[in-house]
Protein backbone atom coordinates (compact mmCIF):
# COMPACT_ATOMS: atom_id res chain seq x y z
CA UNK A 1 0.00 0.00 0.00
CA UNK A 2 1.56 3.52 -1.19
CA UNK A 3 1.04 6.39 0.81
CA UNK A 4 0.69 9.54 -1.48
CA UNK A 5 1.71 11.97 1.52
CA UNK A 6 2.64 12.23 5.03
CA UNK A 7 -0.67 12.00 7.49
CA UNK A 8 0.11 13.42 11.13
CA UNK A 9 -2.36 11.97 13.47
CA UNK A 10 -3.27 14.58 15.84
CA UNK A 11 -1.38 13.32 18.83
CA UNK A 12 2.16 14.19 16.71
CA UNK A 13 1.01 17.62 15.31
CA UNK A 14 1.80 18.58 18.83
CA UNK A 15 5.35 17.54 18.71
CA UNK A 16 5.50 19.34 15.31
CA UNK A 17 7.35 22.58 14.86
CA UNK A 18 9.15 24.84 12.01
CA UNK A 19 8.49 23.91 8.42
CA UNK A 20 6.94 20.58 9.48
CA UNK A 21 3.97 22.36 11.46
CA UNK A 22 3.38 25.08 8.49
CA UNK A 23 3.17 21.77 5.95
CA UNK A 24 0.92 20.29 7.83
CA UNK A 25 -1.28 23.67 8.92
CA UNK A 26 -1.37 24.30 5.20
CA UNK A 27 -2.76 20.44 4.05
CA UNK A 28 -5.46 21.08 6.81
CA UNK A 29 -6.61 24.20 4.73
CA UNK A 30 -6.92 22.44 2.20
CA UNK A 31 -8.78 19.28 3.90
CA UNK A 32 -10.03 20.45 6.91
CA UNK A 33 -12.35 17.63 7.99
CA UNK A 34 -9.31 15.24 7.10
CA UNK A 35 -8.38 15.43 10.81
CA UNK A 36 -12.15 15.05 12.06
CA UNK A 37 -12.92 12.61 9.81
CA UNK A 38 -10.03 10.11 10.32
CA UNK A 39 -8.58 10.30 13.57
CA UNK A 40 -11.84 10.70 15.77
CA UNK A 41 -10.74 9.65 18.92
CA UNK A 42 -7.55 11.43 18.48
CA UNK A 43 -9.12 14.80 17.56
CA UNK A 44 -11.48 15.25 20.56
CA UNK A 45 -8.20 14.01 23.01
CA UNK A 46 -5.87 16.91 21.04
CA UNK A 47 -8.36 19.29 22.61
CA UNK A 48 -8.45 17.91 25.56
CA UNK A 49 -5.00 18.06 25.97
CA UNK A 50 -5.10 21.38 24.47
CA UNK A 51 -7.88 22.93 27.35
CA UNK A 52 -5.63 21.35 30.12
CA UNK A 53 -2.52 22.57 29.37
CA UNK A 54 -4.12 26.15 28.63
CA UNK A 55 -5.85 26.25 32.02
CA UNK A 56 -2.87 24.67 33.90
CA UNK A 57 -0.27 27.41 32.13
CA UNK A 58 -3.14 30.33 32.94
CA UNK A 59 -3.25 29.25 36.99
CA UNK A 60 -7.16 29.15 36.43
CA UNK A 61 -6.47 26.85 39.61
CA UNK A 62 -5.46 28.77 42.70
CA UNK A 63 -3.52 25.90 44.06
CA UNK A 64 -1.47 25.18 40.50
CA UNK A 65 0.53 28.39 40.95
CA UNK A 66 3.13 26.69 42.50
CA UNK A 67 5.32 26.06 39.70
CA UNK A 68 6.85 22.47 40.79
CA UNK A 69 3.55 20.89 41.46
CA UNK A 70 2.03 22.40 38.25
CA UNK A 71 4.70 20.63 36.18
CA UNK A 72 4.55 17.35 37.29
CA UNK A 73 0.56 17.54 37.24
CA UNK A 74 0.74 18.94 33.70
CA UNK A 75 3.45 15.62 32.82
CA UNK A 76 1.02 12.86 34.03
CA UNK A 77 -2.06 14.37 32.92
CA UNK A 78 -0.44 14.90 29.18
CA UNK A 79 1.26 11.64 29.42
CA UNK A 80 -1.86 9.83 30.48
CA UNK A 81 -3.92 11.51 27.59
CA UNK A 82 -1.07 10.80 24.92
CA UNK A 83 -1.33 7.06 25.89
CA UNK A 84 -4.79 6.73 25.68
CA UNK A 85 -4.58 8.48 22.34
CA UNK A 86 -2.02 6.36 20.86
CA UNK A 87 -3.67 3.35 21.77
CA UNK A 88 -6.93 4.50 20.89
CA UNK A 89 -5.59 5.58 17.15
CA UNK A 90 -4.24 2.73 16.94
CA UNK A 91 -7.36 0.14 17.61
CA UNK A 92 -9.27 2.42 15.20
CA UNK A 93 -6.79 3.08 12.57
CA UNK A 94 -4.80 0.03 11.39
CA UNK A 95 -6.13 -1.42 8.60
CA UNK A 96 -3.06 -2.60 7.02
CA UNK A 97 -3.10 -5.93 7.95
CA UNK A 98 -7.06 -6.18 6.90
CA UNK A 99 -5.53 -4.94 3.38
CA UNK A 100 -2.34 -6.85 3.24
CA UNK A 101 -4.76 -9.87 4.01
CA UNK A 102 -6.28 -9.04 0.80
CA UNK A 103 -2.83 -9.03 -1.15
CA UNK A 104 -1.92 -12.56 0.39
CA UNK A 105 -4.87 -13.96 -1.15
CA UNK A 106 -4.33 -12.43 -4.79
CA UNK A 107 -3.87 -15.78 -6.09
CA UNK A 108 -7.17 -17.53 -5.38
CA UNK A 109 -9.02 -14.03 -6.32
CA UNK A 110 -7.34 -14.28 -9.46
CA UNK A 111 -8.25 -17.79 -10.05
CA UNK A 112 -12.29 -16.57 -8.93
CA UNK A 113 -12.04 -14.02 -11.50
CA UNK A 114 -10.43 -15.95 -14.48
CA UNK A 115 -12.72 -18.84 -14.12
CA UNK A 116 -15.50 -16.35 -14.74
CA UNK A 117 -13.63 -14.96 -17.53
CA UNK A 118 -13.48 -18.11 -18.81
CA UNK A 119 -17.27 -18.85 -18.43
CA UNK A 120 -18.42 -15.37 -20.27
CA UNK A 121 -22.09 -15.73 -19.45
CA UNK A 122 -24.51 -13.33 -20.66
CA UNK A 123 -26.95 -11.23 -18.90
CA UNK A 124 -29.44 -13.89 -16.35
CA UNK A 125 -27.82 -16.96 -17.92
CA UNK A 126 -24.79 -15.70 -15.41
CA UNK A 127 -25.58 -19.65 -13.46
CA UNK A 128 -21.54 -21.21 -12.92
CA UNK A 129 -20.38 -17.23 -12.05
CA UNK A 130 -23.06 -16.02 -9.99
CA UNK A 131 -22.33 -20.01 -8.20
CA UNK A 132 -18.87 -19.51 -7.71
CA UNK A 133 -18.75 -16.14 -5.98
CA UNK A 134 -21.42 -17.32 -4.01
CA UNK A 135 -19.29 -20.63 -2.79
CA UNK A 136 -16.80 -18.24 -2.02
CA UNK A 137 -18.56 -16.21 0.43
CA UNK A 138 -20.77 -19.05 1.88
CA UNK A 139 -16.93 -20.42 2.99
CA UNK A 140 -16.20 -16.76 4.71
CA UNK A 141 -19.03 -17.43 7.08
CA UNK A 142 -22.05 -15.36 4.75
CA UNK A 143 -25.25 -15.73 4.91
CA UNK A 144 -26.29 -16.64 1.22
CA UNK A 145 -29.86 -16.01 -0.36
CA UNK A 146 -30.56 -16.97 -3.74
CA UNK A 147 -32.98 -16.18 -6.45
CA UNK A 148 -33.58 -12.04 -5.27
CA UNK A 149 -36.11 -10.15 -6.79
CA UNK A 150 -37.26 -13.30 -9.09
CA UNK A 151 -34.03 -13.03 -10.63
CA UNK A 152 -32.03 -16.80 -10.63
CA UNK A 153 -28.77 -15.46 -10.54
CA UNK A 154 -28.59 -12.79 -8.31
CA UNK A 155 -28.23 -13.25 -4.90
CA UNK A 156 -26.90 -11.39 -1.66
CA UNK A 157 -24.62 -12.91 1.07
CA UNK A 158 -24.82 -10.88 4.78
CA UNK A 159 -22.31 -11.13 7.47
CA UNK A 160 -23.43 -9.58 10.82
CA UNK A 161 -26.97 -8.85 12.64
CA UNK A 162 -26.44 -5.13 13.73
CA UNK A 163 -24.97 -1.53 13.11
CA UNK A 164 -24.74 0.50 10.17
CA UNK A 165 -25.50 -2.02 7.31
CA UNK A 166 -22.83 -1.44 3.76
CA UNK A 167 -23.62 -2.71 0.60
CA UNK A 168 -21.05 -3.84 -1.69
CA UNK A 169 -22.43 -4.52 -5.41
CA UNK A 170 -20.61 -7.10 -7.83
CA UNK A 171 -21.41 -8.06 -11.46
CA UNK A 172 -20.61 -10.57 -13.25
CA UNK A 173 -21.77 -10.61 -16.76
CA UNK A 174 -19.91 -10.83 -20.30
CA UNK A 175 -21.54 -9.31 -23.14
CA UNK A 176 -22.35 -10.86 -26.40
CA UNK A 177 -20.26 -10.90 -29.53
CA UNK A 178 -16.93 -10.15 -27.84
CA UNK A 179 -14.88 -13.53 -28.09
CA UNK A 180 -11.43 -13.03 -27.58
CA UNK A 181 -8.40 -14.57 -26.29
CA UNK A 182 -5.80 -13.04 -23.85
CA UNK A 183 -3.48 -12.06 -26.21
CA UNK A 184 -2.49 -8.77 -27.84
CA UNK A 185 -3.96 -9.30 -31.13
CA UNK A 186 -7.73 -10.32 -32.10
CA UNK A 187 -8.33 -13.57 -32.13
CA UNK A 188 -11.51 -15.51 -31.81
CA UNK A 189 -11.61 -17.23 -28.34
CA UNK A 190 -14.74 -19.22 -29.45
CA UNK A 191 -16.97 -18.28 -27.41
CA UNK A 192 -20.46 -16.76 -27.68
CA UNK A 193 -19.86 -13.52 -25.69
CA UNK A 194 -16.74 -12.21 -23.76
CA UNK A 195 -15.97 -9.99 -20.89
CA UNK A 196 -15.80 -6.78 -22.20
CA UNK A 197 -16.55 -4.53 -19.14
CA UNK A 198 -14.53 -6.27 -16.93
CA UNK A 199 -17.63 -7.41 -14.96
CA UNK A 200 -15.37 -10.55 -13.35
CA UNK A 201 -12.79 -8.33 -12.16
CA UNK A 202 -15.74 -6.19 -10.48
CA UNK A 203 -18.03 -9.10 -8.69
CA UNK A 204 -14.35 -10.62 -7.78
CA UNK A 205 -13.26 -7.66 -6.17
CA UNK A 206 -16.10 -6.56 -4.46
CA UNK A 207 -16.57 -10.07 -2.74
CA UNK A 208 -12.78 -9.90 -1.78
CA UNK A 209 -13.69 -6.26 -0.21
CA UNK A 210 -16.79 -7.68 1.91
CA UNK A 211 -14.63 -10.78 2.77
CA UNK A 212 -11.96 -7.92 4.38
CA UNK A 213 -14.95 -5.89 5.81
CA UNK A 214 -16.20 -9.04 7.64
CA UNK A 215 -12.90 -9.96 8.77
CA UNK A 216 -12.40 -5.94 10.18
CA UNK A 217 -15.85 -6.31 12.05
CA UNK A 218 -14.89 -9.64 13.38
CA UNK A 219 -11.63 -8.70 14.98
CA UNK A 220 -12.41 -5.37 15.99
CA UNK A 221 -15.78 -6.43 17.40
CA UNK A 222 -17.49 -2.91 16.07
CA UNK A 223 -21.06 -2.88 15.24
CA UNK A 224 -21.99 -3.14 11.49
CA UNK A 225 -23.14 -5.66 9.23
CA UNK A 226 -21.23 -5.92 5.35
CA UNK A 227 -23.89 -7.00 2.74
CA UNK A 228 -22.80 -8.01 -1.05
CA UNK A 229 -25.14 -8.15 -3.45
CA UNK A 230 -24.65 -10.54 -6.92
CA UNK A 231 -25.98 -8.02 -9.32
CA UNK A 232 -26.95 -10.11 -12.85
CA UNK A 233 -27.34 -8.54 -15.94
CA UNK A 234 -26.17 -4.79 -15.82
CA UNK A 235 -25.43 -4.59 -19.82
CA UNK A 236 -29.01 -4.16 -20.51
CA UNK A 237 -30.77 -6.31 -18.06
CA UNK A 238 -31.50 -3.61 -15.79
CA UNK A 239 -30.82 -6.34 -12.84
CA UNK A 240 -30.21 -4.34 -10.13
CA UNK A 241 -33.64 -2.20 -11.37
CA UNK A 242 -35.86 -4.86 -10.14
CA UNK A 243 -33.85 -5.18 -7.25
CA UNK A 244 -34.06 -2.18 -6.12
CA UNK A 245 -38.00 -2.11 -6.81
CA UNK A 246 -38.04 -5.26 -4.29
CA UNK A 247 -36.92 -3.27 -1.83
CA UNK A 248 -33.73 -4.82 -1.38
CA UNK A 249 -31.34 -2.11 -0.71
CA UNK A 250 -33.77 -0.10 1.20
CA UNK A 251 -32.19 -1.15 5.06
CA UNK A 252 -28.65 0.07 3.65
CA UNK A 253 -26.94 3.03 4.94
CA UNK A 254 -24.15 3.24 2.12
CA UNK A 255 -23.68 1.11 -1.01
CA UNK A 256 -20.50 0.62 -2.48
CA UNK A 257 -19.29 -0.42 -5.93
CA UNK A 258 -16.17 0.43 -8.87
CA UNK A 259 -15.74 -0.69 -12.52
CA UNK A 260 -12.83 -1.64 -14.63
CA UNK A 261 -11.27 0.74 -16.21
CA UNK A 262 -8.29 2.38 -18.12
CA UNK A 263 -7.01 4.91 -15.05
CA UNK A 264 -7.47 4.42 -11.18
CA UNK A 265 -10.28 7.10 -10.47
CA UNK A 266 -13.10 8.29 -7.84
CA UNK A 267 -14.57 10.82 -9.16
CA UNK A 268 -17.97 11.78 -8.84
CA UNK A 269 -19.92 11.87 -12.67
CA UNK A 270 -22.92 11.14 -13.26
CA UNK A 271 -24.05 8.11 -15.55
CA UNK A 272 -26.49 8.02 -18.13
CA UNK A 273 -30.27 7.54 -17.58
CA UNK A 274 -31.34 4.78 -19.86
CA UNK A 275 -34.47 3.21 -21.52
CA UNK A 276 -34.14 -0.07 -23.93
CA UNK A 277 -36.89 -2.16 -26.20
CA UNK A 278 -36.80 -4.64 -28.77
CA UNK A 279 -38.65 -3.48 -32.11
CA UNK A 280 -40.90 -6.24 -33.18
CA UNK A 281 -42.36 -5.59 -36.79
CA UNK A 282 -44.72 -8.50 -38.67
CA UNK A 283 -45.57 -8.19 -42.26
CA UNK A 284 -46.18 -11.05 -45.10
CA UNK A 285 -44.33 -13.53 -46.57
CA UNK A 286 -44.14 -14.07 -50.23
CA UNK A 287 -42.00 -14.74 -52.82
CA UNK A 288 -39.66 -11.64 -53.34
CA UNK A 289 -39.79 -12.48 -57.41
CA UNK A 290 -42.97 -14.22 -58.49
CA UNK A 291 -45.62 -12.64 -55.59
CA UNK A 292 -43.74 -9.19 -54.07
CA UNK A 293 -47.15 -7.51 -54.45
CA UNK A 294 -48.47 -10.09 -51.85
CA UNK A 295 -46.31 -9.67 -49.30
CA UNK A 296 -45.37 -7.43 -46.52
CA UNK A 297 -42.14 -7.03 -45.43
CA UNK A 298 -41.47 -6.64 -41.62
CA UNK A 299 -37.90 -5.37 -42.77
CA UNK A 300 -39.35 -2.40 -44.46
CA UNK A 301 -40.65 -1.35 -41.24
CA UNK A 302 -37.90 -1.67 -39.47
CA UNK A 303 -35.54 0.49 -41.78
CA UNK A 304 -38.75 2.94 -42.09
CA UNK A 305 -38.38 3.00 -37.99
CA UNK A 306 -34.16 3.76 -38.24
CA UNK A 307 -35.21 5.97 -41.00
CA UNK A 308 -37.14 8.39 -38.85
CA UNK A 309 -35.19 8.52 -36.01
CA UNK A 310 -31.97 9.07 -38.01
CA UNK A 311 -33.81 12.46 -39.21
CA UNK A 312 -34.98 12.51 -35.66
CA UNK A 313 -31.94 13.22 -34.17
CA UNK A 314 -31.59 16.43 -35.12
CA UNK A 315 -34.29 17.75 -32.68
CA UNK A 316 -32.92 16.19 -30.17
CA UNK A 317 -30.49 17.51 -27.03
CA UNK A 318 -27.23 17.37 -27.98
CA UNK A 319 -25.99 15.30 -25.13
CA UNK A 320 -28.51 12.60 -26.13
CA UNK A 321 -27.65 9.27 -27.66
CA UNK A 322 -29.89 6.62 -29.75
CA UNK A 323 -28.27 3.59 -30.72
CA UNK A 324 -29.71 0.61 -32.21
CA UNK A 325 -28.97 -3.08 -33.97
CA UNK A 326 -31.09 -4.99 -36.17
CA UNK A 327 -31.39 -8.42 -34.31
CA UNK A 328 -33.80 -9.89 -37.02
CA UNK A 329 -34.06 -8.98 -40.67
CA UNK A 330 -35.10 -11.92 -42.70
CA UNK A 331 -32.98 -15.48 -43.61
CA UNK A 332 -33.64 -15.48 -47.36
CA UNK A 333 -33.35 -12.54 -50.25
CA UNK A 334 -36.49 -14.05 -52.06
CA UNK A 335 -38.74 -14.25 -49.24
CA UNK A 336 -40.01 -11.36 -47.88
CA UNK A 337 -39.97 -11.50 -44.17
CA UNK A 338 -42.52 -11.87 -42.06
CA UNK A 339 -40.53 -10.50 -38.80
CA UNK A 340 -38.35 -8.04 -38.34
CA UNK A 341 -36.80 -6.54 -34.52
CA UNK A 342 -34.75 -3.71 -33.86
CA UNK A 343 -33.38 -3.37 -30.48
CA UNK A 344 -33.05 0.53 -29.10
CA UNK A 345 -31.41 2.58 -26.65
CA UNK A 346 -32.23 6.39 -25.59
CA UNK A 347 -29.69 7.76 -23.14
CA UNK A 348 -29.51 11.38 -21.60
CA UNK A 349 -28.63 12.68 -18.28
CA UNK A 350 -31.75 13.06 -17.11
CA UNK A 351 -34.52 10.49 -16.75
CA UNK A 352 -37.20 13.51 -18.42
CA UNK A 353 -35.39 13.47 -21.12
CA UNK A 354 -35.44 10.03 -22.36
CA UNK A 355 -38.57 9.34 -21.58
CA UNK A 356 -39.61 11.63 -24.02
CA UNK A 357 -37.09 10.82 -26.59
CA UNK A 358 -38.38 7.18 -26.25
CA UNK A 359 -41.78 8.14 -26.33
CA UNK A 360 -41.46 9.75 -30.02
CA UNK A 361 -39.50 6.57 -30.73
CA UNK A 362 -42.13 4.46 -30.21
CA UNK A 363 -44.50 6.72 -32.46
CA UNK A 364 -41.66 6.61 -35.10
CA UNK A 365 -42.18 2.83 -34.82
CA UNK A 366 -45.94 2.91 -35.26
CA UNK A 367 -45.83 5.29 -38.88
CA UNK A 368 -43.64 2.97 -39.63
CA UNK A 369 -46.07 0.47 -39.44
CA UNK A 370 -48.82 1.91 -40.55
CA UNK A 371 -46.55 3.26 -43.90
CA UNK A 372 -45.64 -0.49 -44.81
CA UNK A 373 -49.24 -2.43 -43.90
CA UNK A 374 -47.33 -4.21 -41.07
CA UNK A 375 -48.18 -4.53 -37.42
CA UNK A 376 -45.54 -3.62 -34.67
CA UNK A 377 -45.12 -4.30 -30.88
CA UNK A 378 -42.37 -3.66 -28.23
CA UNK A 379 -41.44 -4.91 -25.25
CA UNK A 380 -39.10 -3.08 -22.54
CA UNK A 381 -35.78 -4.64 -21.82
CA UNK A 382 -34.33 -2.16 -19.76
CA UNK A 383 -34.15 1.42 -17.97
CA UNK A 384 -32.20 2.88 -15.26
CA UNK A 385 -31.62 6.31 -14.18
CA UNK A 386 -28.87 7.91 -14.06
CA UNK A 387 -26.91 8.12 -11.23
CA UNK A 388 -27.08 11.13 -8.40
CA UNK A 389 -22.81 11.68 -6.79
CA UNK A 390 -22.59 11.89 -3.34
CA UNK A 391 -19.77 14.58 -2.35
CA UNK A 392 -19.11 13.23 1.04
CA UNK A 393 -19.10 9.25 0.15
CA UNK A 394 -17.18 9.92 -3.35
CA UNK A 395 -14.72 12.02 -1.87
CA UNK A 396 -13.89 9.69 1.09
CA UNK A 397 -13.11 6.91 -1.60
CA UNK A 398 -10.91 9.16 -3.32
CA UNK A 399 -8.73 9.36 -0.58
CA UNK A 400 -8.84 5.92 0.11
CA UNK A 401 -8.09 5.16 -3.56
CA UNK A 402 -5.52 7.70 -2.92
CA UNK A 403 -3.75 6.06 0.12
CA UNK A 404 -4.00 2.29 -1.90
CA UNK A 405 -1.97 3.88 -4.97
CA UNK A 406 -1.89 2.05 -7.84
CA UNK A 407 0.52 0.01 -9.38
CA UNK A 408 3.60 -0.82 -11.79
CA UNK A 409 4.02 -3.75 -14.80
CA UNK A 410 6.43 -6.01 -15.31
CA UNK A 411 8.12 -6.08 -18.32
CA UNK A 412 5.96 -9.09 -19.72
CA UNK A 413 3.27 -6.88 -19.08
CA UNK A 414 4.98 -3.40 -20.46
CA UNK A 415 5.64 -5.44 -23.25
CA UNK A 416 1.89 -6.63 -23.39
CA UNK A 417 0.57 -2.72 -22.98
CA UNK A 418 2.36 -1.93 -25.42
CA UNK A 419 1.26 -3.85 -28.48
CA UNK A 420 -2.26 -3.46 -27.41
CA UNK A 421 -1.45 0.15 -27.21
CA UNK A 422 -0.23 -0.44 -30.90
CA UNK A 423 -3.67 -1.43 -32.20
CA UNK A 424 -5.47 1.42 -30.46
CA UNK A 425 -3.20 3.69 -31.95
CA UNK A 426 -2.35 5.63 -28.61
CA UNK A 427 0.69 6.57 -26.94
CA UNK A 428 1.07 4.39 -23.46
CA UNK A 429 0.95 7.09 -20.74
CA UNK A 430 1.24 4.84 -17.20
CA UNK A 431 0.44 8.11 -15.02
CA UNK A 432 -2.86 6.95 -13.47
CA UNK A 433 -2.13 3.33 -13.64
CA UNK A 434 1.10 3.76 -11.30
CA UNK A 435 -0.70 6.42 -9.72
CA UNK A 436 -3.80 8.33 -9.31
CA UNK A 437 -6.10 10.46 -11.31
CA UNK A 438 -6.80 13.77 -9.47
CA UNK A 439 -9.98 14.13 -8.05
CA UNK A 440 -12.43 16.13 -10.51
CA UNK A 441 -15.70 17.51 -8.87
CA UNK A 442 -17.25 18.09 -12.68
CA UNK A 443 -16.19 14.69 -14.37
CA UNK A 444 -18.65 14.70 -17.28
CA UNK A 445 -21.24 11.42 -17.70
CA UNK A 446 -20.68 9.39 -20.02
CA UNK A 447 -22.33 5.83 -19.97
CA UNK A 448 -25.26 4.45 -18.34
CA UNK A 449 -25.68 1.63 -15.04
CA UNK A 450 -28.40 0.45 -13.11
CA UNK A 451 -26.50 1.46 -9.95
CA UNK A 452 -28.22 4.91 -10.91
CA UNK A 453 -31.32 3.19 -9.30
CA UNK A 454 -29.45 2.21 -6.26
CA UNK A 455 -28.06 5.70 -5.96
CA UNK A 456 -31.63 6.80 -5.42
CA UNK A 457 -32.57 4.77 -2.96
CA UNK A 458 -29.55 4.64 -0.87
CA UNK A 459 -26.33 7.37 -0.37
CA UNK A 460 -23.78 5.44 -3.26
CA UNK A 461 -20.11 6.04 -3.99
CA UNK A 462 -17.93 4.23 -7.13
CA UNK A 463 -14.68 4.48 -8.11
CA UNK A 464 -12.43 2.49 -11.56
CA UNK A 465 -9.48 0.94 -11.02
CA UNK A 466 -6.68 0.51 -13.87
CA UNK A 467 -7.64 -3.01 -15.03
CA UNK A 468 -7.15 -2.30 -19.06
CA UNK A 469 -4.16 -0.85 -20.75
CA UNK A 470 -4.14 3.15 -20.90
CA UNK A 471 -6.76 4.26 -23.58
CA UNK A 472 -8.64 1.14 -24.03
CA UNK A 473 -11.70 1.68 -24.33
CA UNK A 474 -14.96 -0.87 -22.61
CA UNK A 475 -16.58 -2.88 -24.67
CA UNK A 476 -13.58 -3.75 -26.88
CA UNK A 477 -12.03 -6.82 -27.87
CA UNK A 478 -8.73 -5.06 -26.12
CA UNK A 479 -10.68 -4.95 -22.67
CA UNK A 480 -11.37 -8.73 -22.78
CA UNK A 481 -7.58 -9.39 -23.53
CA UNK A 482 -6.27 -7.43 -21.14
CA UNK A 483 -8.85 -8.32 -18.79
CA UNK A 484 -7.91 -11.67 -19.09
CA UNK A 485 -4.13 -10.93 -17.70
CA UNK A 486 -2.52 -10.30 -14.74
CA UNK A 487 -3.05 -6.73 -15.39
CA UNK A 488 -6.72 -7.16 -15.15
CA UNK A 489 -5.60 -9.09 -11.76
CA UNK A 490 -3.86 -6.56 -10.20
CA UNK A 491 -6.03 -3.60 -10.83
CA UNK A 492 -8.80 -5.92 -9.53
CA UNK A 493 -6.77 -5.64 -5.87
CA UNK A 494 -6.49 -2.19 -6.15
CA UNK A 495 -10.54 -1.86 -6.22
CA UNK A 496 -10.72 -4.33 -3.55
CA UNK A 497 -8.61 -2.31 -1.12
CA UNK A 498 -10.33 0.52 -2.11
CA UNK A 499 -14.18 -0.45 -1.23
CA UNK A 500 -12.65 -1.93 2.00
CA UNK A 501 -10.72 0.54 3.23
CA UNK A 502 -14.06 3.24 2.55
CA UNK A 503 -15.99 0.96 4.63
CA UNK A 504 -13.57 0.51 7.33
CA UNK A 505 -13.40 4.79 7.63
CA UNK A 506 -17.73 4.63 7.74
CA UNK A 507 -17.75 2.12 10.27
CA UNK A 508 -14.73 3.73 12.44
CA UNK A 509 -16.75 6.77 11.97
CA UNK A 510 -20.40 6.09 11.39
CA UNK A 511 -21.19 10.30 11.28
CA UNK A 512 -19.54 10.41 7.97
CA UNK A 513 -23.05 8.49 7.36
CA UNK A 514 -24.92 10.54 8.76
CA UNK A 515 -23.47 13.33 6.73
CA UNK A 516 -23.94 11.61 3.53
CA UNK A 517 -27.50 10.60 4.00
CA UNK A 518 -28.21 14.54 5.02
CA UNK A 519 -26.68 15.09 1.61
CA UNK A 520 -28.62 12.26 -0.06
CA UNK A 521 -31.87 13.35 0.87
CA UNK A 522 -30.91 17.17 -0.08
CA UNK A 523 -30.44 16.44 -3.74
CA UNK A 524 -32.67 13.46 -3.78
CA UNK A 525 -35.68 15.28 -2.74
CA UNK A 526 -37.53 13.82 1.07
CA UNK A 527 -40.64 13.67 -0.90
CA UNK A 528 -38.67 11.52 -3.63
CA UNK A 529 -41.42 8.86 -5.29
CA UNK A 530 -38.82 6.00 -7.10
CA UNK A 531 -40.79 5.13 -10.44
CA UNK A 532 -38.47 2.49 -12.30
CA UNK A 533 -38.16 3.54 -15.89
CA UNK A 534 -38.77 -0.16 -17.22
CA UNK A 535 -42.72 -0.38 -15.23
CA UNK A 536 -44.01 -2.92 -13.68
CA UNK A 537 -42.68 -5.65 -16.09
CA UNK A 538 -41.51 -9.46 -14.84
CA UNK A 539 -37.20 -9.32 -14.97
CA UNK A 540 -36.43 -10.34 -18.98
CA UNK A 541 -34.51 -13.32 -18.33
CA UNK A 542 -34.69 -14.12 -22.33
CA UNK A 543 -33.28 -11.12 -23.47
CA UNK A 544 -29.78 -12.15 -24.51
CA UNK A 545 -31.56 -15.32 -26.65
Known amino acids: MR ?125 KSSALLQETLAAEGFVIEKGIAGIPTAFSATYGTDGPVIAILGEYDALPGLSQKNLPYKVDNNTRAGHGCGHHLFGTASAAAAIAVKNYLKETG ?3 TVKFFGCPAEEGGSGKVYMTRAGLFDDADVALHWHPNNKNAANPGAALANKSAKFRFYGRSAHAAAAPEQGRSA ?36 VVPDFAEVYYYARHNRRDVVIDIFDRIVNTAKGAALGTGTTMDFEMIGGTHELLPND ?49 PNALPMGSTDVGDVS ?26 TG ?19 AFKLLDNPKIMKEAHAEFLEKRGVDFKYIPLLGDRSPALDYRN
Open 392 to 440: VLQELMHKSLSQIGGFDYTSKENEFAKRIAETLEKPLNMAFVSGVEPYD
Open 299 to 334: LDGVESMNYMVNMMREHIPSSARIHYVITRGGEAPN
Open 222 to 224: KAG
Open 3 to 127: LESRVYRPTEFLFLHGRKKQKYLQKQKMFPLRTKIEYPLGYFLMKVVKKIVGCINQNCIPWMQYSDFKNILMKKIFLSLFSLAVFGLQAQTDHTSFLNAIDANAAQYGTIAQTIWGYAEMGYQET
Open 456 to 481: FTVPTAGMGAATWVPGTPAHSWQAVA
Open 484 to 502: GTTIGNKGMLVAAKTLALT
